[in-house]
T-cell receptor, first 113, second 111 residues
Framework: DQQVKQNSPSLSVQEGRISILNCDYTNSMFDYFLWYKKYPAEGPTFLISISSIKDKNEDGRFTVFLNKSAKHLSLHIVPSQPGDSAVYFCAATPTSGTYKYIFGTGTRLKVLA | DVKVTQSSRYLVKRTGEKVFLECVQDMDHENMFWYRQDPGLGLRLIYFSYDVKMKEKGDIPEGYSVSREKKERFSLILESASTNQTSMYLC??????????FGSGTRLTVV
């Protein structure tokens, strides 16, 4: 039972354009969401997060949107750069504690120069 | 700069061997975690520890055990390695409420 789903395994975007990565979840008890970026042969690095009391959080070129009614979050990268090419994982945590992240399966983003 | 260090980047072991994966963090974090990453399955939690000598099972603990004798060190043990344990293993640490910081991973191949 996949509680956090990233339905697009891969995405290609032209440099300078917007990248939109999507994530759906099924558990309404999740109240904190994160995005991690992973380069090959490296561990995931934290990118941005959002609490369920917000619907948007922005950090430079990265913005995360949360639609609680649809149980959907998305990561927007504007403008996309070749260095953004990586696998992106979304993760969610339940209200009972923040230690237990449920990760999605990842989306591989390729930004074309 | 905060750091989680995994002792080996690549390991090749034989079926039935006992395998130790080591992880050290220098951030004085209470929590430490072991995940495995497999294509199409994302990151799955094997075990975590919230204090020295304390541990809890994650989602896929079968075939694994852990040890945390010191706050900075968390070891993952494969008692008898099998080919289905071939994977990328990722260690992470965090404060009680903080986000996780991951190590670079150990790619284990069991032949």
């Amino acid at each position: 039972d996949q509680q956090v789903k990233q339905n697009s395994p891969s995405l290609s975007v032209q440099e300078g354009r917007i990248s939109i990565l999507n994530c759906d979840y099924t558990n309404s008890m999740f109240d904190y969401f994160l995005w991690y970026k992973k380069y090959p042969a490296e561990g995931p690095t934290f990118l941005i997060s959002i609490s369920s009391i917000k619907d948007k959080n922005e950090d430079g070129r990265f913005t995360v949107f949360l639609n609680k009614s649809a149980k959907h979050l998305s990561l927007h990268i504007v403008p996309s750069q070749p260095g953004d090419s990586a696998v992106y994982f979304c993760a969610a945590t339940p209200t009972s504690g923040t230690y237990k992240y449920i990760f999605g399966t990842g989306t591989r983003l390729k930004v074309l120069a | 700069d905060v750091k989680v260090t995994q002792s080996s980047r690549y390991l090749v072991k034989r079926t039935g061997e006992k395998v130790f994966l080591e992880c050290v963090q220098d951030m004085d974090h209470e929590n430490m975690f072991w995940y495995r990453q497999d294509p199409g399955l994302g990151l799955r939690l094997i075990y975590f520890s919230y204090d020295v000598k304390m541990k809890e099972k994650g989602d896929i603990p079968e075939g694994y055990s852990v040890s945390r004798e010191k706050k900075e060190r968390f070891s993952l043990i494969l008692e008898s390695a099998s080919t289905n344990q071939t994977s990328m293993y990722l260690c992470a640490s965090s404060t009680q409420q903080g986000v996780k910081t991951f190590g670079s991973g150990t790619r284990l191949t069991v032949v």
